[in-house]
């Protein structure tokens, strides 16, 4: 039986059914290949004249669904549209068949910036993209929201092409919308919008037919009676764009004086504009926009560098490739890397390249970049891992002795930083997912007590940092900015550092941004410094009870966050970010930053990783926004296909929100993002206000029916048999997750993978002797009910805490266990033992299994019962500083004295 109430079943194709579509994309997409269907089948010439009708009726359907979405794309456009139904009902079958499988063509091979198709019959309108353009240019759209007609429209695009120059890097068309809401569904919709023309006035609602595609933007147009009311309504939409993509350029058309303007325009719009002037500055800024992006300063200087010729009397042989091309023995390697990868090593920091040390250059400059698309203050590249990260950002910030409430499951690279640091860490506790093997995220609750608890023993102020996991392995995501905004109130200049190695991509979703450590540092800021909160925290500090507010006078945002660039997005391997939003970053931290930062990092990084960091951050604020979107897509598509397939439902399920997050920290009321009956859910809410949420591309299948555990099953049958990689697994559930570069085939391999697995399973059942069936009923029982509790951190021995509070000092436990005369190993056994007989086992080691990937015991925690049968219960290969036939390493007795 499914561990489910409902399977996500997904509805047979209806046309005209707009909620079986996850985005409109998928929607435009499926109307174009049925449409080339139709067109395919009329020009055919054996059909009659019933049948001809009948799919002449079936393709002026599509037509007309597509005119609902079409104006919000420059190509194909409207007219197009227009010219294909002409062509249908002229009965021009050849020419509107042809027609429809050029455009098909050209939206799937996304070649439409030039050579395209002939329509014949409005030759200007394929100019548009067409002429004096280069073979390589880069293509991109322009979204103009101004109430004009139809005359001024044509003649605004003809303007706009008279400014083209043949010798062009960026070639871009132009979509028209009139309105407030066609502004925002354009930007929802059509991810090739790089800039926006916004006119200061113009109406606010859709004269269109856009009742039936509103439920894809509902999060767009929630909010905006203000906009209705606003006599500024061009200068409130472009709040809304940075709100909703802020990596966009913005430009303002008006005629009012500077001086009449409000700080919004002059804050969030790149350049101001007057109607009466003409379009040659718009056009060249839009295009110095574009370029300013494209930019990779350190990328361009590696390349430049390759390219110079030199001699080198410096470090590594390989450099030029002269150690490689020249061997008799090695050549092969250079066969396969080829020379630009040689030709780019180098030890040199002059001639063009930089010093990531102390960067004054093109790798200074890709910083500043990369801290603008990630809305950060400062962001720094590090060449070794996010594990370097999270050491950099915990040495730099804690002195010895400082107090961090910590996330107990977060990556072990924080535990070694307490160590390497001296901070004592306290320990939080996750809420359990026994029936998973599981742990979720930190409850706010959870660290709203630890700090009560300083509170009331007048140690607040010893604790200085909270340290979280945005979002989990599994997929939990906090609400960042409640946590943050609830702890400021308690103690108003706590530090933040959010591990967001697995959430690097949320910047460029619309939804997932807010849930991002520096989104809502940038809104947690601007809140408390606005005349609005202020008078309302006088307000309510007026009525004499404590405030879950922090005091705008003493409150101070101060926010790290560590970013694995190469998990989510594009960069070679170990290339990750720490992105800052620290108000008292320059005068208070900068300075041991910078040590900390030269502690870690290596005096020879990589230049390969630091460009492709570069081209990384180029990537996501060019076409992020699309490609994130896309990974989602690839994901609901999976969630879907795998409930809906009979043979796959009788062995998994997929772990939806409800199996995930308790309902208790889900107030939304919100369950799985498809529902068989209702569609596609609105996750706009949820991830508004709930607790937590659930990142869709991270997609547990749950494995337990099959009888295997999770790491048999990722080894032998995914990896073994098939060559499917994942990441993660748990007692019983194995988790898959989407990126940027997911393809749709390659989660069509999944799918049927899975299916040959299911298959696989029901002839070796099928082939069971009876004892072996009992066996297998057996293993099937253990890895859906026999699983073991999941042991919470215990506590730090007496020896290595100084006060009544839970904080440990795990550097002193950490050096103690160097001199082994006061170690010594025990076994499981001999654990149990010595616990029945009342001594305090405590370990003078981390243990580390593997899944689930933390440490289980950290250095002077005291063990318990709990701990020991989790270790007992677990199967997994690989556990970190156990030893097998030693056991545990403990602490003696006389050594705890």
Not at 150 to 157: N, P, S
Not at 257 to 265: G, I, N, T
Not at 373 to 387: M, W
Request: proline residues 3%.
């Amino acid at each position: 039986m499914s561990i489910n109430d409902t399977s996500e079943k997904a509805k047979p194709a209806v046309k005209g059914t707009f909620r079986q579509y996850y985005n409109v994309s998928e929607y435009r997409t499926k109307l174009w290949y049925q449409l080339k269907d139709f067109g395919d089948q009329i020009e055919s010439n054996n059909l009659s004249e019933e049948d001809r009708t009948e799919l002449v009726k079936n393709a002026l359907f599509c037509l007309k669904e597509l005119c609902d979405i079409e104006r919000y794309w420059a190509f194909p456009g409207l007219q197009r549209l227009d010219q294909l139904k002409d062509a249908l009902t002229r009965k021009e079958d050849t020419a509107f068949s042809h027609s429809l499988s050029e455009y098909v063509r050209l939206l799937v091979s996304r070649n439409y910036s030039h050579n395209l198709p002939q329509t014949g019959g409005y030759s200007e309108l394929d100019e548009e993209l067409e002429s004096d353009v280069k073979s390589d240019s880069h293509y991109f759209e322009v979204l103009f929201v101004n109430d004009i007609d139809d005359d001024d429209q044509q003649e605004l695009l003809r303007q706009l092409r008279a400014l083209r120059n043949p010798k062009d890097d960026f070639v871009y068309g132009v979509v028209v919308v009139r309105t407030f809401q066609d502004a925002l569904m354009a930007l929802n919709f059509n991810h090739n919008i790089q800039s926006c023309v916004v006119r200061y006035s113009f109406p606010f609602k859709s004269e269109g037919n856009i009742k039936h595609i509103r439920q894809f933007v509902a999060s767009w147009l929630t909010d905006t009676v203000e906009a209705k009311r606003s006599s500024t309504i061009g200068i409130y939409l472009g709040d809304k764009i940075k709100e909703l993509r802020p990596e966009l350029d913005l430009f303002l058309v008006t005629d009012l004086s500077v001086d009449k303007l409000p700080d919004e325009a002059l804050e969030n719009f790149r350049n101001i504009f007057y109607r009466q002037e003409d379009l040659t500055d718009l056009h060249l800024n839009i295009l110095k926009g574009i370029d300013e992006r494209f930019e990779t300063p350190f990328y361009n200087a590696l390349v430049q560098y390759s390219k110079r010729p030199t001699g080198v009397f410096h470090a590594m042989p390989i450099s030029r490739g002269n150690s490689i091309f020249k061997s008799n023995w090695i050549r092969e390697m250079g066969d396969f890397y080829g020379k630009n990868i040689f030709l780019a090593e180098t030890s040199a920091t002059t001639g063009g390249l930089d010093s990531l040390l102390q960067p004054t250059g093109p790798l200074k400059k890709a910083q500043k970049m990369a801290s603008r698309a990630f809305g950060s203050k400062q962001t720094f590249f590090v060449t070794n891992g996010t594990s370097t990260a999270n050491k950099i950002v915990v040495q730099a910030l804690l002195e010895p002795g400082d107090v961090v409430l910590i996330d107990r499951d977060c990556h072990k690279s924080h535990h070694y930083g307490l160590v390497l640091g001296g901070a004592r860490p306290v320990y939080l506790d996750s809420y359990h997912l026994e029936k998973f093997s599981m742990y979720g995220a930190v409850p706010l609750s959870e660290i709203k007590a630890r700090l009560f608890e300083f509170e009331k023993a007048g140690r607040l102020d010893e604790v200085k940092m909270v340290l979280l996991t945005n979002c989990t392995f599994d997929g939990i995501v906090y609400n960042v900015e409640k946590v943050m905004e609830e702890v400021l109130a308690i103690k108003p200049d706590m530090i933040f550092l959010w591990d967001e190695a697995w959430y690097g991509y949320a910047r460029f979703s619309t939804i997932f941004r807010r849930r991002t450590a520096m989104s809502a540092a940038a809104r947690l800021q601007k809140r408390y410094k606005s005349a609005e909160y202020i008078e309302k925290y006088n307000k309510a500090k007026g009525r004499g009870r404590r405030l879950n507010m922090p005091d705008p006078e003493k409150v101070k945002i101060r926010v790290y966050a560590t970013q694995s660039t190469h998990k989510t997005l594009t960069s070679l391997r170990q290339g990750s970010m720490i992105h800052i939003y620290d108000e008292q970053f320059a005068q208070r931290v900068k300075a041991s930053f910078i040590e900390a930062y030269m502690t870690h990092t290596s005096t020879s990084p990589s230049y390969q990783i630091l460009a492709s960091l570069d081209m990384g951050r180029r990537q996501a604020e060019l076409e992020g926004n699309e490609l994130v979107e896309r990974s989602i897509e690839r994901a609901m598509m999976l969630r879907v296909k795998i409930a809906n397939t009979p043979i796959l439902r009788k062995y998994f399920d997929i772990l939806t929100v409800t199996n995930l997050i308790p309902e208790k920290h889900r107030k939304s009321g919100f369950e799985r993002y498809y529902n068989k009956d209702k569609g596609w859910g609105n996750m706009t809410i949820e991830w508004k206000n709930d607790e937590f949420v659930l990142d869709p591309t991270k997609i547990n299948l749950y494995i337990g029916r099959t009888g295997i555990d999770g790491d048999t099953f990722k080894r032998e049958y995914l990896m073994d048999q098939f060559g499917i990689q994942v990441n993660k697994t748990s007692r019983n559930t194995v988790l898959f997750m989407t990126n940027i570069g997911t393809t749709r085939s390659s989660v069509a391999k999944l799918i049927g993978v899975l299916i040959k697995i299911a298959q696989q399973l029901d002839d070796r059942i099928e082939a069971f002797s009876r004892q072996e069936a009992k066996l297998h009923a057996q293993k099937v029982i253990n890895y859906t009910e026999n699983l073991p509790a999941l042991p919470n951190f215990s506590f730090f021995h007496k020896k290595f805490r100084e006060n009544e509070t839970p904080e440990g000092c795990i550097r002193d436990a950490f050096f103690l266990a160097y001199n082994h005369e006061k170690c010594e190993s025990l076994r499981l056994d001999e654990c149990e033992q010595a616990l029945k007989k009342g001594r305090d086992v405590v370990s003078a080691s981390f243990v580390i299994p593997y899944p689930p990937g933390f440490p289980i015991l950290v250095p002077g925690q005291v063990m318990t019962k709990d701990i020991l049968e989790f270790m007992k219960e677990l199967d997994v290969k690989e556990i970190h500083s156990y030893n097998a036939e030693l056991g545990f390493k403990v602490f003696t007795e006389e050594s705890l004295i």
